[in-house]
């Protein structure tokens, strides 16, 4: 059976990194389709090689030269190069594509920019590949655009189409081991085009459903997902297994270990996941599958987010005006807002809203729409915002699960703004400020983890 390993970029940032990268890979006969991030930071102050390419490509956009960040990259490639042995030779390729990159006509901002993000990923995979075969191992670089790794027109934020997967099946059949370049593809025009960052996980999401892998490694630098975010919970419990829906709702909610959108393929596909540490290759990791056997666990783990806001809006009587939330969306609509919630009660409705997609200037227009429009008693935007998920399938099935977070909330003295829970009962959201947001956290881990964390 064939396994698609991906590795991030911590794990390939330096020579030893990747010297470790190549040992996981040739460990184990199944791991065949290899796919590859860029560089990432070998220390907390240095600079991921992707951050590099877009401070050259932001240079060049203004009409500077960028030479310098795109002479960094290059050195970073000739510093692994050579701690690994391997000739000064294999650096010169590199080198030459990064400059043709570089200097690439920039009248389509969006595409040169995505033409250089995509170096850093591409150039990676090449110098993986050599640094097997040095090692006699029949290893190749492959490109998306011969595999076929075809995605929408949207640079930076690409979407794979769905003829790629047929497609990218025939990547099974390939001899040796294949390292795929993570975080771009082909728009049918046949340009570069990227997916968000950190979408070298949807790469691999996406090859390990086209060969209906027996699973989908996904190598980091941590040895499992954690119940919450150790920056704001100490030493927080590992989670061994999770659910598709769980993980989803988890890394929407700001759990980095495994991008959101990369879950979407494999779960289409029934692929388990297995989250790995690239520096402890023994552990077990987390599995990520469709189904748990533990459901009598109902709290797998608590997610927060930051940078959210909410339109508020009470008219008497709203319950009664139909098509009023209908026109609420529509104005949002008509300004390419997209919302994350919609609580509701009767003679209110609020909308929340990332902050990032709320400017300003947008919420002028918006306000004034809303008034003219819908003529509500109220209407107001609150900012400084954050939102709080308490995630579990085993809260579908285990009575007051919501008493004990808002008893666990208020004795912190955090103040609920909002309350939500979605239909499929997976998860809870609280809306609360910014400020008491790691105050939250703490308080709903110490509740749910500390405490007893069983259905019974
Ligand atoms: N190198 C890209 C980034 O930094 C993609 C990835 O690492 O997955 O966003």
Known sequence: ?????????????????????????????????????????RHSQDIKV?????????QRLAGKLGAS???????????????????????????????????NSTTDADLYMDTMKAGGEDNCARLVAQVLQARGIDAYY??????????????????????????????????????????????????????SRGGSDITGAILASA??????????????VFAANPSIVKDPAPIAELTYREMRELSYAGFSVFHDEALEPVYRAHVPVNIRN???????????????????IPVVGIA?????????????????????????????EAEEISFEHVPSGIDNMSVVIREENLSVQKEKRVIEQIRQTLAPEDVFV????????????????????????????AGASVNIEMINQGSNEVSMMFGIKSGDMETAVQALYEEFFNGDNSST
């Open 1 to 41: 059976m064939l396994k698609v390993s991906k590795f991030g970029g911590s794990s390939l940032a330096s020579a030893e990194q990747v010297s470790q990268v190549c040992d996981i890979i040739t460990a184990d006969p199944g791991r065949r389709l290899i796919v590859v991030s860029a560089p990432g930071k």
């Open 50 to 58: 992707t951050d590099l390419l877009i401070a050259a490509a932001s």
């Open 69 to 103: 960040e795109c002479a960094e990259v290059v050195e970073r490639y000739r510093s692994i190069a050579s701690e690994l042995g391997l000739s000064t030779e294999v650096v010169e390729p590199i080198a030459h594509d990064l400059t043709e990159r570089l200097e």
């Open 142 to 195: 492959v490109n998306p655009k011969d595999a076929g790794l075809l995605l929408s027109d949207e640079p930076g934020n690409a979407q794979v189409l769905p003829e790629a997967y047929n497609r990218l099946r025939t990547l099974q059949e390939r001899q040796g081991i294949t390292i795929f370049p993570g975080f771009f593809g082909y728009s049918r025009q046949g340009n570069i085009v990227t997916f």
């Open 211 to 224: 060969v209906r892998a027996e699973v989908y490694e996904n190598f980091t630098d941590v040895d499992s």
């Open 278 to 296: 690239t520096n402890n290759p023994d552990a077990d990791g987390t599995r990520i599958l469709p189904d748990r056997k533990s459901t009598d």
């Open 304 to 332: 927060a987010m930051e940078n959210v806001c909410c339109i508020y809006l009470s008219k008497y009587l709203m319950n009664r005006q139909i098509g009023f939330g209908r026109r609420l969306l529509q104005i949002l």
């Open 382 to 409: 609150e900012r400084d915002l954050a939102l709080i998920m308490v995630v579990g399938e085993g809260m579908r099935h285990t009575v007051g699960i919501a008493s004990r977070a808002t008893k666990a909330l």
